[in-house]
């Protein structure tokens, strides 16, 4: 994940990967016989963290009093690690390239937490996912600080 970090999935080899592990390069090509294999483990890694994060943040809009407010905060505490969202976007972008990925980056879309599915019904959650992304990769480009008060704003303004 840091290789891919570092040199975007475009740039990841077997080679740098096994000399980031401190391993013989056969040992990265054993487990993951071809690059696609590499990058979809990535990719499965990170739907896995995006998963567990999904969960917590149900926990947290169900006890929310402000689901706009609780919406921005979640967004903001994600972005305080931009390593790993810049990984997780990455690897996202790389399965619109590659149809072998797609699956795991459209059950990435589909992990809405249910909580906003319950507050708000699934359209409207779906909308605000991709607000979201939306604004969480205006942030990543321009390496700038979420705008949280226009990201609470255009949550309420979908949510109404």
Partial sequence: MEVIAENGVGRT???????????PLGATTYYFPTLDDL????????????QADSQAWDERLRAAPDMAEALTQLVQEYLADRSQVRIEYELFVAAARDAALRPLAEAWLNDTPNTLVATVGPE?????????DGFILQALVSGTELNAPRLTSAIRKLSS
Avoid: K
């Fill in 13 to 23: 080899t077997h080679r740098a990967v096994a000399a980031r592990a401190g391993l």
């Fill in 39 to 50: 990058i979809a483990a990535g990719l499965r890694h990170a739907l896995d963290a995006l």
């Fill in 124 to 132: 409207v959650a779906r909308d605000i996912c991709a607000l979201l």
